[in-house]
């Protein structure tokens, strides 16, 4: 076969190939809906939320997508649908090759359980406050402070921002995390520690230095506090850089 005719049937196939592709395309833009899919990665921790729940959220707030066209499916609208479901993140929402609308997510990462005056929630690694589940729980670290404004979920006063970034903070260090039971926030914005082990509050102060503050904190706990004894101790402060400051119990 001459080189062409070679490239003539190159041509014309690839152009089969292009109308077949837009035939496809518009045929698939005029069928129905074909379903609804949820997928959540709940990255390996306890399940928050299910995938009906999302669903629901979906067909609540378009109740015709399943009667829709495929053309007609507004996947924003999708998406911004699956997001009243506070315990996601990461929202995407598509129409697949076959018609079905699907919705991925990854669910969100608690750090931290809140309680702030008779209610309890959720601190996650990106500063959201969520309520409780009902469908599951999550070991963490406990929140409290001593609150002098409202909670507002939709814009977080000081005190609970200061709780939910030092939260977040611990979460990436586990080696720190792996000894502090409690944080807990004053009405002047200093932060306070409860560790473990031993009967004692560390006072943190500000978030400046963290690494350093901790590293302090974990060298006294290894070298100090075993000479020391566990109960000595009604305090210990990291605020004074370079320094643990201790203040012995009182002697009854």
Known sequence: ??????????????VLLAVLVIVANVA???????GLEVEIDYQGLPHLVDEQTVADSVMDAIPDLLARQVR??????????????????????????SGRVVVRADQRKPVARLFYDNAEYFIDDEGVLLPMSRLGDCD???ATGD?????????????????????????????????????????????????????HVVELGDLTGLDDKFDRLINFYRRGMPRAGW???????????????????NKQ
Do not use: W
């Open 1 to 14: 076969m001459k080189r062409s005719s070679k490239i003539t049937l190159i041509i014309v196939g690839t």
């Open 28 to 34: 698939r833009t005029h069928m129905k809906v074909r």
């Open 72 to 97: 007609s499916v507004d996947s924003k609208r999708v998406g911004e649908a699956a997001s009243r479901v506070p315990y996601l993140t990461h929202i995407n929402a598509t129409v697949s090759v």
């Open 140 to 142: 963490v670290l406990v």
């Open 147 to 199: 609150f002098t404004e409202p909670l507002r979920l939709d814009s977080l006063n000081l005190q609970v921002t200061l709780l939910a970034q030092l939260a977040a903070y611990l979460d990436k260090h586990p080696d720190y995390l792996d000894i502090i039971d409690q944080i807990h926030v004053e009405r002047n914005g200093e932060l306070m520690l409860s560790p473990k082990l031993g009967d």
């Open 231 to 249: 109960n000595t101790y009604s305090k210990i402060s990291l605020k004074f850089k370079g320094q643990v400051v201790c203040t012995k119990k």
